[in-house]
């Protein structure tokens, strides 16, 4: 069976009612660390800086018989133009169960302006919707396709600074978002303390608390900071410096061989974890299944992860169906990252057949169904403007 067409879409899903929310969620008042924060008119709050047009991309793969898949990552126009000028032309008349020719082609493909970044997210759409339609042609769920279910349920650590909300919620581990970063000097220092203390005080001893800094710091920050908070038990830290510093990690990595680190989430195609993992630089990989090429790129990331005795867990693992299933296959990806619901929502409120599962006792699991198991119409579906 050969590829037929290759287009990005919109999805006309239902609308859900906006549930009542008990109090704000952290987000919509906290400052968070972040790059950009040493700029102070965009210090406040990513939504400041970040490009407020650039919406997610759907991708439709539809192969000769009329079969297709939908893959999903972000970025809007610009990686919109990627697949629709140039890798998606190119694929037409490509096996459709070759994925891994399909992913190395679009690698070598996009080498003139740069595999990484925008081009990775290309791929990342078009990777994971040629994997929906493989599962669909095949007849089987993508976790089947990729060796059968590594374990029964999937246990998830939730996002937010809300945290007696998530811990009512039954989550047993919460990462925290850092507020201040290197430019908010010794009184930045004392208010993240304080936030990790009041975390730790509230989940108790029986809870895993993690941070998660954003890019926001140096090395000489991240030291400062992880040995300050030593005695709150972090399980890890994670994204503490710019994703490009590959050799910085590896100083930190040396300068706290006590703390478990963690990074990937901007990191872009399976070369910077290759790095990462040869030197020992940290302890858990978090590629994001939407950005770093999809789920063949992950695939081969928690190969390397796997050889050199690491920890895979995705960026935003536990909010697609696409991060359940690779998670739910994966040996050594033991948590999915999920945010929950805003304090006073319940979670089956904000849990969609083509999005998260529904938490039960702090775990979840993908929906049924051949591919990625997304419950979407063909009358949902429509042509990009």
């Known amino acids: 069976m050969r590829i037929k067409e290759i ?63 939908l893959g999903q990552t972000s970025f809007g126009r610009p990686v919109e133009a990627i697949i629709e000028d140039h890798l998606g032309p190119r694929l037409i008349g490509e096996n459709c169960l070759a994925v891994e020719r399909c992913w190395d082609l679009m690698c070598r493909l996009s080498k003139p302006y740069g595999t990484v970044g925008l081009a990775s997210s290309a791929i990342s759409g078009i990777d994971l919707a040629l994997w929906d339609l493989k599962g669909k042609l095949m007849r089987k769920p993508v976790v089947e396709l990729l060796g059968g279910p590594a374990r029964d349920s999937i246990p998830a650590y939730s996002t937010g600074n809300d945290v007696d909300w998530q811990i009512e919620l039954g989550f047993n581990a919460v990462k925290l978002a850092c507020p201040y970063g290197p430019q908010d000097g010794l009184r930045g220092l004392e208010e993240n303390e304080r936030l990790v203390s009041e975390a730790r005080k509230t989940v108790g001893d029986n809870r895993e608390v993690m941070l998660d800094c954003y890019m926001a710091f140096d090395e000489d920050y991240t030291v400062r900071l992880a040995e300050r908070l030593r005695k709150y038990r972090l399980k890890w830290i994670e994204e503490y410096l710019e994703p490009e510093q590959l050799e910085a990690h590896c100083r930190v990595r040396a300068r706290l ?129």
């Open 7 to 69: 287009r990005c879409v919109k999805l006309r899903l239902p609308a859900k009612v906006k549930p009542e929310q008990s109090r704000p969620a952290w987000h919509e008042t906290a400052e968070v660390a972040n790059p950009v924060s040493r700029y102070p008119r965009y210090k406040r709050h990513r939504s400041s800086w970040l490009p407020d047009v650039w919406g997610p991309v759907w991708v439709q793969v539809v192969a000769e018989d009329g079969t297709y898949g």
């Open 257 to 385: 061989p006590w703390q478990t680190l963690a990074t990937g989430e901007h990191m872009y195609t399976q070369h910077p974890f290759a790095f990462l993992a040869s030197h020992g630089a940290v302890d858990i990989l978090q590629p994001d299944i939407h950005w770093v090429g999809g789920l063949t790129a992950c695939r081969k990331i928690a190969e390397i992860a796997e050889g050199a005795g690491l920890q895979v867990i995705l960026h935003g693992g536990g909010l697609t169906q696409f991060g359940l299933h690779f998670t739910a296959a994966t040996a050594n990806s033991p948590w999915a990252e999920y945010w929950g619901p805003p304090p006073g929502v319940a979670q089956a409120d904000v849990a969609t057949a083509w999005g998260p599962a529904l938490l039960e006792q702090g775990t979840l699991y993908p929906t049924d169904g051949n591919g990625f198991g997304l419950q979407i119409e063909p009358d949902q579906i429509e042509a990009a403007a």
